[in-house]
């Protein structure tokens, strides 16, 4: 069946980085647009970065600009999220999502949780000394 699951989380000291990894399987990726979000405890969650089908469009939070870089690897069926100078404000359950998105050279994406229909179950990353 089609899933998305999420790895790379765990302790981090402030600092310190960390790799994401998302995997889709039961669905091509190319004709996706994925996101990356958290939640932290008491928290909504919120929109970190976003990656377009194409690749072409990325976005960050203004909290993540500088420090996150989000990529993809379509043959893998892959996406990752880099996060450097981790603080602990970074803290919390990483998840990744997908919505269809044909591929094209204007597609966008979003940092709007309700605008993706699928989900990860997430990976929790704490940031602590």
């Known amino acids: 069946q089609s899933q998305l699951v999420e790895s790379g989380g765990g302790l981090v000291q402030p600092g310190g980085s960390r790799r994401l990894s998302c995997v889709a399987s039961?669905?091509?990726?190319?004709?996706?647009?994925i996101g990356w979000f958290r939640q932290a405890p008491g928290n909504e969650r919120e929109g970190v970065s976003c990656?377009?089908?194409?690749?072409?469009?990325?976005d960050y939070a203004d909290s993540v600009k500088g420090r996150f870089t989000i990529s993809r690897d379509n043959a893998k069926n892959t996406v990752y999220l880099q996060m450097n100078s981790l603080k602990p404000e970074d803290t919390g359950v990483y998840y990744c999502?997908?919505?269809?998105?044909?591929?094209?050279?204007?597609?966008?994406?979003?940092?709007?949780?309700?605008?993706?229909?699928?989900w990860g179950q997430g990976t929790q990353v704490t940031v602590s000394s």
């Open positions: 999502a997908a919505i269809v998105q044909s591929p094209g050279p204007f597609s966008q994406c979003s940092l709007f949780k309700n605008e993706y229909n699928y």
């Open positions: 039961g669905f091509n990726l190319d004709y996706f647009a």
């Open positions: 990656v377009s089908s194409s690749g072409g469009s990325i």
